[in-house]
Structures are given as structure tokens and as C-alpha cells.
């Protein structure tokens, strides 16, 4: 199995900033992505960054300029910097990662989600 766990979640004001980190271990052979999604109340699960094994990026158009998605593929851990935070950018953030077992056959997991409120 992999394990994902996500920290760097919280309150924080109009305008503030936060850093999510999320860090797989496991069973692990290789990781092909990590992804963060975010699930605000009453509305739909959305990708909000995701980056590749190479470093290559894509944002969700709302993050764009804001957030920005980094990884340690030595450490098997990805981060989220989010900058000039909105009050809709409130919602559970979730990490997600697809890749191959130490046998081979894929994985796609997900971390149990950290809450980050954006409010005065």
C-alpha cells in the first residue's frame, strides 16, 4: 500500500499565505504524479495542480499566478505554496499520486485531506 499524509493546513486571513506538504511512503517503485484537489462544500471535486516526475506543471485557471506545485522526488513529497488566498479558495485539500508498486502494478492513492479556511 502507499501512505499519503498531508500537513500545512489552517486558518488564515484574506491575502495570507499557506504551505501544504504531502509525502508518500510506501510500497513505493516509482511515482509518475502528484496532484492536490480541493473540495469546497456544495461544489465539485477540482484539480488544482499537478506536477510530474520531469517537473512539469498545470494549474487550475483560478490558481493560476498564486499557487505554485513543487516536488522532492528523492523524499517522494510534494508541496503546495499558496499565495493571495481567497476567501473561495476555503475547502479540504487533498493529495493524490499515481505510480507503480515495488511489483509493478499501479497504484492511484489519496491522502485523508487537510482543511484550509481562508477568512477575516
Known amino acids: 500500500q502507499v501512505q499519503l499524509v498531508e500537513s500545512g493546513g489552517g486558518l488564515v486571513q484574506p491575502g495570507g499565505s499557506l504551505r501544504l506538504s504531502c509525502a508518500a511512503s510506501?510500497?513505493?517503485?516509482?511515482?509518475?504524479?502528484m496532484n492536490w484537489y480541493r473540495q469546497a462544500p456544495g461544489k465539485q471535486h477540482e484539480l488544482v495542480a499537478g506536477i510530474t516526475n520531469g517537473g512539469s506543471t498545470n494549474y487550475a485557471d483560478s490558481v493560476k499566478g498564486r499557487f505554485t506545485i513543487s516536488g522532492d522526488n528523492a523524499k517522494n513529497t510534494v508541496y503546495l505554496q499558496m499565495n493571495s488566498l481567497k476567501p473561495e479558495d476555503t475547502a479540504v485539500y487533498y493529495c493524490?499520486?499515481?505510480?507503480?508498486?515495488?511489483?509493478?502494478?499501479?497504484?492511484?492513492?489519496w491522502g485523508q485531506g487537510t482543511q484550509v479556511t481562508v477568512s477575516s
Open positions: 493524490n499520486a499515481d505510480g507503480l508498486y515495488i511489483n509493478y502494478e499501479e497504484f492511484n492513492s
Open positions: 510506501g510500497s513505493i517503485f516509482s511515482i509518475n504524479a
